[in-house]
């Protein structure tokens, strides 16, 4: 059966490197992009759509035309919305997708149900590592829109016989990261005091703990959900490991080779940081096969590079 893959969200951070991904390891893949930005080099005119997922005509047309047998949802709006945008883009628009290709009625069709580990939000100590069965208690609008995106992935596998798997993501970090995101934020402020743009950084919490992964292996994992996942069921994509952010800014220091003042910026502060985040990944070892390869120190040292 001709294989070919739809990464939704297919501009974004994400997106581009599952995109590169499947170009280099699956040449005989036919890959279509859509995403309400326009298209990248990445894909040729003929297999990419700029469109809103929440136009049901438009979504419609793009399935009927691609006939995907693999869709990586990826997208979704992250930041500087209100509760009614996230909702509208994240749960309307993802319903908008799971109608059409249930109504397509697309033979061997597998869809990997991007979330984000934002959605277990407030977790206590004693609930460390946060296996799949940690209940959700999300702080954020965006992390409430991710849970309720969840929730309808599962719905859809029931009431529309969807093949869904869900990876829940958790801080995802390396080369083509959006500056607003920790730790590429802290890597342009070095880049500015290494080219005497400025004498300091500036910072949030820094003693919040997070576990990262890096991307391109956030994005072995979205591969092997497509075969080795169980139908319905939800994977943990992280290191397995947390990290402070203070950590992060010493080792961007470091492979910077200088240092410079930190000062704390209130605007920075978040009240409804969460302390500690740290996944188990056994279950995605176990079932999927899958273990992270690339080492914290060597995702940020590309992103550095990337930089320059």
């Known amino acids: ?37 326009p298209r990248t080099d990445g894909f040729a005119p003929e297999r990419y759509r700029q469109l809103d997922l929440r136009d049901t005509s438009a979504v419609r047309a793009l399935i009927e035309d691609a006939r995907p047998t693999r869709v990586l949802h990826l997208a979704s709006l992250i930041a500087g919305a209100d509760l009614e945008s996230f909702l509208s883009v994240n749960v309307l628009g993802t319903d908008r997708l799971y109608e059409a290709l249930a109504d ?89 005091v290494a080219a005497g743009m400025a004498d300091r950084i500036r910072v949030g919490l820094t003693s919040a703990r997070r576990d990262f992964v890096d991307v391109r292996d956030a994005v072995a994992a979205f591969e092997l959900m497509f075969e080795r996942g169980a139908r319905g069921e939800a994977y943990n994509v992280a290191s397995g490991r947390d990290v402070s952010v203070d950590e992060i800014i010493r080792e961007l220091f470091d492979i910077a080779g200088l240092e410079a003042a930190i000062e704390v910026d209130p605007e920075r502060l978040r009240p409804v940081d969460v302390p500690v985040v740290r996944a188990d990944i056994s279950k995605a070892r176990r079932e999927l096969m899958w273990e992270p390869r690339i080492a914290l120190r060597r995702s940020l040292e590309d992103m550095w590079e990337a930089l320059s």
């Open 1 to 37: 059966m001709a294989v070919s893959l739809l990464i939704t969200g297919a501009t974004g951070f994400v997106g581009t490197c599952a995109a590169r991904f499947w170009r280099e390891q699956h040449p005989d893949v036919d890959v279509w992009g859509t995403s309400d930005r």
């Open 104 to 192: 397509a009625d697309i033979s061997g069709l597998r869809v990997v149900q991007v979330t984000s580990a934002a959605m277990y939000g407030r977790v206590r100590d004693d609930e460390l590592p946060i296996t799949e069965e940690q209940p959700f208690r999300p702080v954020t609008a965006y992390a409430v829109s991710k849970a309720a995106q969840e929730h309808l992935s599962i719905a859809a596998g029931y009431a529309r016989s969807l093949w869904i798997v869900r990876a829940r993501a958790f801080n995802m970090l390396g080369p083509g990261q959006p500056e607003h995101l920790v730790p590429m934020t802290f890597a342009r402020q070095i880049r500015g």
